[in-house]
């Protein structure tokens, strides 16, 4: 079956670091994804790992261990704007077709 | 043009009615999607068209009937709808099954 697993909510003050985890068990892999979305906006693309390592862009950085089936978003210099939904995604390993199967989400409260 | 448009942004429907949501985009991609998602869930993935023919449903009751009249245009048909049908639904597209998906800002269902 399908399983992937975040934090429910995380609260952190502006200006600092806060990772955000995921773990997953899918029937297939090929890649991850994190997103973000505001109450009532759509999903935005923030990153994407497919090989093992740390991918980095900007204030954003993700990390995926693929053995450990582990993935975690990191963020720094935190801002109120990063007050959002984040959302861990897995590809399924489904050939023809892109299906992406999202997890659980985490919200993220950033306080002054 | 990098975004995904969903009409109506709103829409609130007795179980009686028919209605029809929609979608557009036009930056050339040929997979389009359409997610749902209630209240503090992550998006659920219902359909998956490629190349205007749908590739994957993902079990949906048939009271919801999706349509792609062309590469750019995606339509989810709505009868006979329930109350625990209400939720936000989602547009996305992808350049190719190895993409990220562009998200739409959705539109919110009622159903009375």
């Known amino acids: 079956g399908q399983n992937i697993d975040q934090p429910t909510e995380m609260t952190a003050t502006e200006g600092a670091i806060v990772q955000i985890n995921c773990t997953y068990q899918?029937?297939?892999?090929?890649?991850l994804f994190w997103y973000q979305q505001h109450a009532g906006e759509a999903p935005t693309f923030l990153s994407y790992?497919?090989?093992?390592g740390l991918e980095e862009k900007g204030r954003f950085s993700s990390f995926l261990s693929r053995s450990k089936g582990y993935s975690y978003l990191l963020l720094k210099e935190l801002q109120m704007k990063d007050s959002a939904s984040y959302l861990c995604?897995?590809?399924?390993?489904?050939?023809?077709?892109?299906?992406?199967?999202f997890g659980t989400g985490t919200l993220l409260a950033v306080q002054p | 043009d990098t975004e995904v448009t969903q009409t109506p942004k709103h829409l609130v429907m007795g179980m009686t009615n028919k209605k029809s949501l929609k979608c557009e985009q036009h930056?050339?991609?040929?997979?389009m999607y359409w997610y749902k998602q209630k209240a503090k869930k992550p998006p659920e993935l219902m359909f998956v068209?490629?190349?205007?023919?749908?590739?994957i449903n993902e079990s949906v009751p048939s009271r919801f009937s999706p349509e792609c009249p062309n590469s750019s245009l995606l339509n989810l048909h709505l009868h006979a709808l329930q109350p625990e049908d209400s939720a936000l639904y989602l547009c996305?597209?992808?350049?190719?099954?190895?993409?990220?998906?562009?998200f739409g800002s959705g539109t919110q269902l009622s159903v009375l």
């Open positions: 996305a597209s992808s350049a190719g099954k190895n993409e990220k998906l562009f």
């Open positions: 899918t029937s297939g892999f090929n890649g």
């Open positions: 790992n497919v090989l093992d």
């Open positions: 995604a897995v590809r399924d390993r489904d050939g023809a077709t892109n299906k992406l199967i």
């Open positions: 930056m050339g991609h040929r997979a």
């Open positions: 068209y490629s190349y205007e023919k749908l590739s």
